[in-house]
């Protein structure tokens, strides 16, 4: 399917870099450019630049660079034609479709053939729940039940697959779409004997779309009672489909996360359409698995705050738990909320109302120090025993955080949750570091050994590349792991001193941090880490904003 040139030049015309880009990940303005978090590849420390005067990107990370369709190509892993009809939609340039010859669908990767059949099954499924007998009678009117309106319905593409064998592969060969794909899409199943039938029968149907919007896969729900079949069923993994890296509802929260900087985390697909309706749609899901590194990486894209909103059940509280540390690991700030027992976020917006929902997040929501005292405060009791474990397992979750800074405004909290001096929660801190750095210790003395042979042997060579901006940012922002972990809070003098673990002389953070600098500066300084902008000059402007 060719595309004229001069509807690709009305494309590049219209697509603004910037826009284009915020639907991914959220710019931050500095100078005249913008900076994020690389959504290609993983950093605490933005090193991804946008340039809107010139309208490309580049992280000085990954060297990923380009243009507004060259990032949707790689974002979204499909091919020029794709990206450009992507862009197309979202600014309304219409495009003479031709017919597909054989060679064009030839063309098409493996995942736009995916995601088109995908996206006809979606189709199917929506007429079926609007048009057919059945999806009136059982799917829309359990929809309906919920409470669910056609606005919402429509938002999130909702839909219905009758109680048959082979309606939807019947009507995609017809559509011309291909067996192979229909499976490869986990839309069919094909048996050893050849029978084939489709996956989602007698189901309303959850389509899950990726964050551009595309479906990427279906949750499907079993409306009658029958006990040999499960309750919910989800697309099997595919090429496009990978369920640990996907947020239900994301693409339809994601304009409202980035407004109100926080991101609600809930179970279910029917909590995230519930609370949507109830004008609550900074909300997602992590259906169909507990919640992993790249759910939250994916939130991270568009803001550093999370609140867990989690049934206020065992399993609810036993679910949050494991979040707890997954989501301070990545740096964000983490608030919980359990609801009241019995209930969940749909149920208990359709009880109280959006507004009073709201203003239960607002009072009841605490923060990780508080949620884990409380818990240990009331189910043990305040012995000093289990006060101790108490303290421990807390001072075991801020170790998950790796800004350092953070870790020491936390330790004044603790102390005073649990009444206790913040001497000995540092140390208790520092202890729990101590014992997690050991175990890391070995693989970074080797690691050290091999940096300094590349150090010793570059600075011997002029004109070799230097550091990389993310190495640079890290050095100026992060937490290195080769340093003494024990050194990032101070030990009150009066603990006792414990003998040295590790044999080079006593350094601070602070003096490594700036003799590094320093040696960065004397042998690159002049290195130009993109035009303009020299490694000297780059430094000099980040430590305007650090105590340095
Ligand atoms: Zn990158």
């Known amino acids: 399917m060719r595309i004229p040139e001069e509807t690709i030049d009305r494309i590049r015309q219209s697509a603004d870099i910037l826009e284009v880009i915020n639907d991914f990940v959220s710019l931050k303005k500095r100078g005249s450019n913008y900076i994020a978090c690389c959504p290609f590849h993983n950093e605490k420390t933005p090193s991804f630049n946008v340039n809107p005067t010139r309208q490309i990107y580049k992280c000085f990370g990954c060297g990923k ?6 990032f949707v190509m790689d974002i979204e892993n499909i091919g020029y034609g794709e990206a450009l009809r992507y ?3 979202k600014y309304g340039v219409e495009i003479e479709e031709q017919e597909q010859t054989p060679e064009d669908l030839l063309r098409q990767n493996e995942r736009e053939s995916l995601l088109i059949v995908l996206n006809f099954a979606k189709t199917f499924f929506q007429e079926t729940l609007l048009n057919s007998d059945d999806g009136k009678s059982i799917g829309l009117s359990y929809f309906r039940e919920r409470g669910f309106t056609t606005p919402t319905i429509d938002a999130f593409d909702l839909g219905y697959s009758l109680d048959q064998w082979d309606g939807l592969l019947q009507e995609g060969l017809r559509r011309g779409h291909s067996r192979e794909m ?7 199943l094909i048996k050893e004997n050849d029978k084939v039938f489709d996956r989602f029968r007698g189901r309303v149907m959850f389509p899950i779309h990726n964050v551009s919007g595309r479906v990427i896969a279906f949750g499907a729900r079993i409306l009658k009672a029958d006990k040999s079949q499960p309750k919910y069923l989800n697309s099997p ?10 947020l239900y509802g994301i693409f339809q929260a994601k304009q409202s996360i980035r407004q109100e900087d926080v991101c609600y985390l809930t179970e279910g697909y029917t909590d995230v359409i519930s609370l949507h309706q109830a004008g609550i749609k900074n909300v997602v899901a992590s259906s169909g698995t507990s919640l992993t590194t790249e759910q939250i990486r994916l939130i991270a894209r568009f803001t550093p705050n ?15 738990l494991r979040g707890l540390d997954m989501v301070l ?6 608030r919980l909320l359990l609801l009241p027992d019995g209930e969940d976020p749909d149920s208990y917006v359709h009880k109280v109302g959006a507004d009073a929902f709201k203003a239960y997040i607002k009072e009841q929501s605490q923060d990780f120090i508080d949620f ?21 397992d807390v001072c075991a979750s801020i170790t998950r955080i790796p800004d350092p800074l953070k870790r020491q405004t936390l330790s004044q909290r603790v102390a005073q949750v649990f009444h206790v001096s913040e001497q000995s929660v540092i140390s208790e801190i520092n202890r729990l570091l101590r014992g997690q750095h050991d175990q890391r210790s070995k693989e970074a003395d080797r690691q050290r050994e091999r940096k300094k042979r590349q150090q010793t042997a570059s600075s011997a060579q002029p004109g070799t590349p230097g550091p990389s901006l993310d190495e640079i940012n890290a050095l100026l922002n992060g937490l290195d792991i080769d340093l003494p972990t024990d050194m990032d809070i101070a030990e009150p003098a009066a603990a006792p001193t414990r003998p040295q673990h590790r044999q080079p002389a006593v350094r601070t953070a602070l003096s490594y941090k700036e003799e590094e600098c320093i040696r960065l500066l004397m042998n690159y300084g002049a290195r130009e880490l993109e035009p303009g902008i020299t490694l000297c000059h780059y430094i000099l402007e980040e430590l305007n904003d650090i105590d340095f």
């Open 65 to 70: 660079a380009g243009d507004a369709i060259r």
């Open 87 to 89: 862009l197309a939609k």
């Open 182 to 188: 229909m499976e490869k899409a986990g839309l069919i």
């Open 237 to 246: 993994e595919t090429a496009v489909y990978h369920k640990s890296q996907v």
């Open 306 to 320: 999370v609140t867990i909103l989690y049934d206020g059940d065992a399993a609810g509280v036993k679910a949050a």
């Open 329 to 334: 690991e990545e740096g964000l700030n983490l």
């Open 372 to 392: 884990k005292a409380r818990r240990w405060l009331t189910e043990a009791g305040d012995g000093p025993l289990k006060r101790a474990e108490g303290i421990s």
